[in-house]
């Protein structure tokens, strides 16, 4: 009996202790390279170098153009929420590039993301996310 009730304060303690994802790990001291947008079963892969990346509460990508997309972001590590506030063009321009008016869109409209630190999706809705790679 003992062995159980020692067993389930264990098991109590383990399951207590989950803090969630490591915001830090996953989105700070990341160069973070976009991969492909999904919109459905529609995939489409990124060519040219999108970037972004997460400081303390402010992001800044980069586009192949030179554009600079940089605004606030914030996010809940249990519930896996993620939002971004005042996304503005601060730098160069994005009109005609597809790529980084959708990158642009996508972060003004997230509500989540997935990720570790190799890859990370930042969602809009569940079946609608663009994924970015660590880029060493």
């Known amino acids: ?3 159980i ?3 389930i304060i264990i098991l109590t303690a383990v399951v207590g202790c989950d803090k969630g994802d490591d915001l830090q790990e996953i989105f700070q001291n990341r160069k973070w390279t976009l991969s492909f947008f999904r919109e459905g079963s529609y995939i489409n892969s990124i060519k040219g ?3 972004i990346q997460f400081h303390e509460n402010v992001f800044t990508a ?3 153009r030179g554009a600079l997309i940089e605004g606030y972001w914030e996010a809940d590590n249990k519930k896996k929420s993620f939002r971004c506030r005042q996304v503005k063009i601060t730098s160069g321009n994005i009109v005609g590039d597809t790529t980084a008016l959708k ?6 409209n997230a509500t989540s993301y997935e990720g570790d630190a190799n890859v990370l ?8 996310y663009m994924q970015f790679h660590n880029k060493y």
């Open 103 to 108: 990158m642009k869109s996508f972060l003004e």
């Open 62 to 64: 980069t586009t192949p």
């Open 121 to 128: 999706k930042i969602r809009e809705l569940p079946n609608k």
């Open 5 to 7: 009730v020692l067993l």
């Open 49 to 51: 170098d999108y970037r």
């Open 1 to 3: 009996m003992k062995k």
